[in-house]
């Protein structure tokens, strides 16, 4: 399966997917490989935490249901308000309100007076100390116990969603323990509810108490204050409010007639003005023309002298016409004309003497007015001054008074909050005997025991799986190494070989020859071809056959190849340079009494050496005796030019070498030869000593052709695409039947 991630560039430019591939596959070939470590890491856990389940006490848990108002109930009505509030108000206020009873539930307040009344701090079934029989010993135990700290553990409030509902529940190892503790803890919290409000209402009344007797003096003070002050301004027959008013509408007044006698003063003035130019025109003229003036028409004297003297003025004009201007009788009537022009203006003087006499009397009005205004004005100001100090100690007074009055009224309303027994806590349903345990959960735990057991158990397997460096399969050979893959050497096995492990061995590095059908014959015979076609321009004739340590199958890959390349018509010499465990004698059952070690000393020549085999086309050089110095004899000259003739002589020549990793003779071969072959037990070989292996034979400047992937296990599901094409596919009915290690 592929999942594809994309991956984000700077810049705007779309950037190709890579895709991020998970290998199901390989991830279930590892649990296969790895399921016994799996089966006994999850039956280990999976039977520990039954057995710990089985061990641990049975825990009961009691619960009572508690009905948290937030407010009790209103016997005195919505007016008396309680001492301490309850709650109420918005949603925030209401959760902080249930979580604090939720806290209080669980406090030490609460759990010390269910100590206290059950006498748990002495209890040994609640301190679990029933296994001291010593009652000394017991005291001394539960001395040490904090009892009000367990049973503050032991408690739990669940809140019952959507409702004003708490479940308290207590946890004991006595069922009927449990149902007494949680009982106790839930009538505890409402006799602590209860308790506080009456405690708060008590110190609540006794401060009220205490005010009470201040406010009534500061209140009778201030009120003989206002009193005095009333007293001294003359403010108890007439209030302050009356003599503002009195006041006001005289200054009202006296601005009306100040007004009045300013207007009339100008009016007279006026008068005065035209009489006195009506005068002097009349003086002038010697005629009254006063017909426009206002007070000498209205004056009925004056229409009266008037008429007279118009009257004699006309007899006058008469009487002139008849007689001559010395007549007695006009002079007579002249005389009479100027007696009643003289009583005219006498008369007129008289009304202007009169309109003075008016303006002067109207201007002392209005002074006398002023001066009067000023006065009621002052006054109006003192009133007010005076009603400053007035209305402070009025409203100090008032305030007192409102103060006093308001804690009295607290103090009485107290007093009978007091003497009542309501409370906002009920109990609604008592907590019952529990018959089953809550813990332990023996279901939960095993199934939690079992998941854990199972992700202990892969991940115990990943993690063997991340550790194991050895080879598996062409991917790890050619990644790691970076040398080319030639091939695998299946595990050998045959029912033939059930014997003694020496024969066995034997017959495992023969079993190419005698099996010329089976898959291994054919995977030797794939290595083969791919050693042909790495150099098909010039062959690779003296090949070494080595490993990065013991027991890896070299000389059985050795042998099988040796007979794969004897197959194909090759005259191939076989020669065991293993000069320090010589084993191919043993395999093809030849004598070791001559070998290569003799050639190279001079004892004996080359070709007396060399022995003929059943494989037709293989001959087999043994080691021959075993000498103290073989890395000195790979060294020699006479080693040289022996393989020169040897390479005359044969198409082939595979050296079976010792160990890289054992001693340097393997290296000192792989100077002398065209090409390096290295030999890794599948499932064994590690990394480590595998590139330590392909360092030494790179630090001689030897060529290395390729590594061989021997000793595979197809039974094994873990090399899945060998499994697939061995054991499943075309070479299914050769394939042995059980693999065992190979030498």
């Not at 190709?16 to 089966?39: C, F, H, N, T």
């Not at 509030?85 to 249930?98: H, L, T, V």
């Not at 009494?593 to 050496?609: L, R």
Request: proline share 5%.
């Amino acid at each position: 399966m592929e999942v594809s991630q994309p991956l984000e560039s700077p810049d705007a430019n779309p950037v190709a997917i890579r895709p991020v591939e998970i290998d199901l596959y390989g991830y279930l070939l590892m649990l296969q490989k790895r399921i016994w470590s799996v089966v006994t890491v999850f039956a280990v856990i999976v039977v520990g935490v039954v057995i710990w389940t089985l061990r641990q006490p049975r825990i009961y848990q009691g619960a009572a249901t508690l009905d948290i108002e937030q407010s009790a109930p209103q016997v005195l009505g919505s007016k008396v308000e309680d001492v301490v509030d309850q709650g109420g108000g918005n949603f925030w206020y209401s959760k902080e309100f249930y979580e604090t009873q939720y806290k209080i539930i669980v406090s030490r307040a609460v759990a010390q007076r269910v100590v206290d009344k059950l006498g748990l701090a002495e209890d040994p079934g609640f301190l679990g100390l029933e296994d001291l029989r010593d009652p000394q010993q017991r005291r001394q135990a539960a001395s040490r116990i904090d009892a009000v700290g367990q049973l503050q553990e032991r408690t739990q409030v669940e809140p019952v969603k959507e409702s004003h509902l708490a479940i308290v529940h207590v946890e004991d190892t006595d069922p009927k323990r449990a149902a007494l503790l949680t009982n106790a803890v839930a009538q505890s919290y409402i006799d602590e509810n209860a308790d506080r409000r009456l405690e708060a209402t008590k110190n609540a009344a006794d401060w009220l108490q205490s005010q009470v007797s201040g406010l009534k003096t500061s209140l009778e003070g201030s009120e003989l204050a206002l009193y005095n002050y009333k007293k001294e301004n003359d403010i108890l027959s007439m209030s302050l409010e009356d003599q503002q008013n009195t006041t006001s509408q005289k200054l009202k007044t006296l601005s009306d007639e100040i007004t009045k006698a300013q207007t009339r003063k100008i009016e007279l003035m006026a008068q005065i003005e035209q009489l006195h130019v009506l005068q002097a025109e009349s003086k002038a003229t010697g005629e009254f023309r006063s017909d426009g003036f206002g007070p000498v028409v209205q004056s009925s004297m004056i229409q009266t002298l008037k008429g007279d003297y118009f009257k004699q003025r006309e007899t006058v004009a008469q009487l002139a016409q008849r007689y001559e201007a010395r007549h007695p009788t006009l002079l007579q009537a002249q005389a009479e004309l100027e007696s009643a022009r003289g009583d005219l203006q006498r008369e007129i003087d008289h009304i202007v003497q009169a309109s003075e006499t008016d303006y002067r009397t109207a201007a002392d009005t209005e002074v006398q007015l002023q001066k009067l205004f000023e006065q009621v004005r002052i006054e109006a100001f003192n009133i007010n001054k005076r009603e400053i100090d007035y209305k402070k100690l009025d409203r100090e007074a008032r305030n007192n008074s409102e103060l006093y009055d308001l804690v009295l009224k607290r103090l009485k309303e107290t007093d009978l909050t007091s003497l009542l027994k309501t409370n906002n806590i009920h109990l609604l349903d008592a907590s019952i005997v529990p018959m089953s345990p809550i813990k332990p959960n023996r279901t939960k735990n095993t199934l939690v025991g079992a998941a854990l057991g199972m992700v202990c158990g892969f991940a115990l397997a990943f993690l063997q799986e991340k550790l194991d460096n050895t080879f598996k399969g062409q991917d790890d050979v050619e990644s790691i190494l970076g040398v080319s893959f030639l091939g695998i050497v299946p595990s050998i096995v045959d029912a033939s070989m059930m014997g003694p492990s020496k024969s066995a061995a034997y017959a495992r590095d023969l079993y190419v020859h005698t099996h010329p059908k089976s898959s291994v014959a054919e995977c030797c015979r794939a290595i083969r071809t791919n050693l042909l076609f790495m150099s098909p321009d010039k062959p690779l004739r003296k090949l070494l056959v080595t490993s990065s340590g013991p027991q890896e199958g070299k000389t059985t890959v050795a042998t099988s190849l040796a007979i794969a390349m004897a197959q194909s018509g090759n005259r191939v010499l076989l020669v065991d340079t293993d000069m320090r465990r010589p084993r191919l004698h043993r395999a093809f059952g030849i004598p070791n009494d001559t070998g290569i070690s003799s050639a190279i000393v001079g004892e004996i020549p080359i070709e007396s050496c060399i022995k003929s085999t059943d494989v037709p086309g293989l001959s087999v050089l043994p080691c021959g005796p075993t000498p103290p110095n073989p890395t000195e004899l790979l060294h020699a000259e006479r080693f040289r030019k022996l393989i020169e003739v040897l390479s005359d002589q044969f198409d082939r020549i595979i050296f079976d070498s010792p160990p890289l990793g054992a001693v340097a003779d393997a290296a000192v071969l792989a100077t002398q030869t065209d090409a390096a072959l290295l030999v890794l037990k599948g499932g064994k070989t590690t990394y480590p000593e595998a590139r330590r292996a392909i360092d030494s034979l790179t630090g001689v400047n030897a060529f290395v052709a390729g590594a061989v992937l021997n000793d595979l296990d197809l039974e094994n599901r873990e090399y899945g695409y060998y499994y697939y094409y061995y054991r499943q596919g075309y070479y299914a009915e050769e394939l042995p039947n059980k693999p065992v290690a190979q030498t």
